[in-house]
DNA sequence: GTGAAAGCGCTAACAC
DNA sequence: GTGTTAGCGCTTTCAC
């Protein structure tokens, strides 16, 4: 691998000319940068990042952290951060954590080893390390879909039980009295979403039952699968069934089609998030969205700002929106 | 941040006796390591990797390419081998590239200024420049889920048109003549399926037809369903239809509920990869399974062996399997 | 405009 | 067992 030591050597100059002419730097003499940008070519020199950010004293990447498992909505927004992030000239190191103390502790001494520019947290660690750190280094941070009491973070988010409220009433609306829930019991949102969901019960004069709800250990189709199945199990005379991730509603789908009912003629299923595939169901999946894109960019620009030094609003929340496709109508006649 | 001269300070001792204290080598009194080991703890040190791969002239991670738009397949696929690098002591760093020539450039000078330990390409790039690259630095490299020509490099796959065979074979058995085709034009598995549908086809005896197939830019539900309707618009009498790719044959499916068509009753539809959502469908997808886990596992146990200074075998072929869901049966009678 | 020298944080020879 | 020294590849004063 070449080095700006051969590269001085081939065009007869110093190290600290090579560095200047590299970096687009003044004071070079035109003919010398043209001689060595050429050199540059024709060797494939590219200067080696860890020392170059051993004497900047910064790496310009930010580190995105993911639980390993990530989601299509995660995965969404991740993409658009990584993108939105390469716009503002910085690249981006993922780091997937497992859901198990000892794996954010691993990520956390990782991200300390790399000397990032800033972190971005796409996942809810459970340790409190993590957030310490985090303020404690001064680091540039932004939760991205969560937020954390103290408002000492940045977050960008959406109102999660807002949005559940939306969509439970959305069945309401549609005629629905016994709506069953099928959220989870990691992170915020889980409960977030579930007490939307009460809410919104309740301002429709609904009452809540303990049984119609179902709190699964995470947010696959598969839980969402053998969470319809109990509420199934149970003949509740559920008419409706508002999942808190569209991935949950597709196992949900997934559990009412392998009992002989239809989507929506028998229940009805409404998801949260607006994942991609969603759309594309056999019948399109009514859910709630949010704007992932505008989240991914916020997200992104507000980590650039942070790292050029500047102050910025502590919280962005974002709007959600009703997204009715064919998973949802009015209860069958009858209940 | 605490530097290993800070700890030595704080130690009385030197830097040297820090560095073989957190490295675990011998040579160091057990009480001082044990002193030693406590104040790591205290301050929370970690040792800086960049200064470390400097010298080490390593980095202990490997780098990823996969498309910025990696689909569900090929995101199974880079968590199993993220997982497995791990388990042999590896990070992993993720180049996502865009369907464009500059983005391939782009990637190629981050690589190179990265010092990676080697190369996992789940992603087949077009520019020559980056296969040379690879080839003269005797990086270490493995390509996953494509071979390229010439057996320069160790690549981890499975016979892509033997399993399209299969999957065509499979609707062929069921009493279907017009089966449709949905593949694409970028990367070598949508011409290697497409062709394992054409000799699955002549292999029974049934003329394959120009007009029975579409082939894509991409391979998303997106272009699945608008593939899926400008061969219903044709009006050929296809009763069934295979997809490259599980993704494509999801939007299939939607063309098909969007025209008023049932899947399979009115038209079977067979996918290819087998990724999660697949088995969570309403119906059910029928598909080819390729080993995600056991493709991923090998990838990293040959990226790691070939770390080490092993010889490897250049190709790992994994074997296919059919997977029958609830989207294929026979042809609707009359047909 | 250009080069020499120092130093970023770390490890590995090599003395002691 | 432990410290001293050199050096990884780069950028940045500071002379010239």
């Known amino acids: 691998m070449t080095s700006i030591k051969d590269l001085a050597r081939l065009?007869?100059?110093?190290?600290s000319t090579i560095s200047r002419a590299v970096n687009g730097k003044k004071y070079v003499k035109p003919e010398i940068r043209e001689r060595i940008?050429?050199?540059v070519r024709e060797t494939g020199y590219v200067p080696n990042s860890a020392a170059r950010s051993m004497v900047l004293k910064r790496t310009f990447t930010v580190g995105i952290v993911i639980p390993d498992t990530?989601?299509?909505?995660q995965r969404q927004l991740f993409s658009t951060v990584e993108r939105s992030l390469e716009g503002f000239g910085y690249h981006t190191s993922f780091f997937f954590v497992v859901w198990e103390p000892e794996s954010e502790l691993r990520c956390l001494r990782r991200i300390k080893a790399e000397k990032l520019d800033g972190i971005i947290m796409i996942h809810e660690v459970a340790r409190p390390e993590f957030y310490d750190f985090l303020a404690k280094s001064q680091l540039p941070a932004v939760l991205c879909t969560f937020t954390r009491a103290g408002g000492f973070f940045h977050s960008v988010h959406v109102d999660e039980e807002a949005a559940a409220r939306t969509a439970t009433e959305h069945l309401v609306s549609l005629g629905h009295r016994r709506i069953g829930l099928l959220s989870g019991t990691h992170f915020s949102f889980g409960a977030q979403r579930a007490e939307g969901y009460r809410s919104g019960l309740?301002?429709?004069g609904i009452e809540a039952r303990e049984a119609d709800a179902v709190l699964l250990p995470s947010y696959t189709p598969e839980e969402g699968r053998s969470g319809m199945r109990a509420l199934l199990?149970?003949?509740?005379g559920l008419t409706a069934v508002f999942a808190a991730t569209d991935e949950l509603a597709i196992g949900a789908v997934r559990a009412l089609y392998e009992a002989g009912l239809k989507v929506p003629r028998d229940v009805s299923v409404i998801g949260f998030d607006d994942i991609d595939i969603s759309a594309y169901l056999s019948?399109?999946?009514?859910?709630?969205?949010?704007?992932?894109?505008e989240m991914g960019k916020r997200t992104a620009e507000i980590m650039s700002r942070l790292i050029e030094g500047h102050r910025e609003p502590?919280?962005?929340?974002?709007?959600?929106e009703l997204v009715i496709r064919e998973s949802t109508k009015g209860p069958p006649k009858g209940n």
């Open 11 to 15: 065009a007869g100059v110093s190290p």
């Open 37 to 39: 940008l050429e050199l």
């Open 70 to 73: 990530f989601n299509m909505f």
């Open 202 to 204: 309740a301002a429709s």
């Open 233 to 236: 199990e149970r003949d509740l």
């Open 283 to 293: 019948p399109g999946l009514t859910t709630v969205r949010q704007p992932i894109r």
């Open 314 to 320: 502590g919280d962005s929340v974002f709007g959600h």
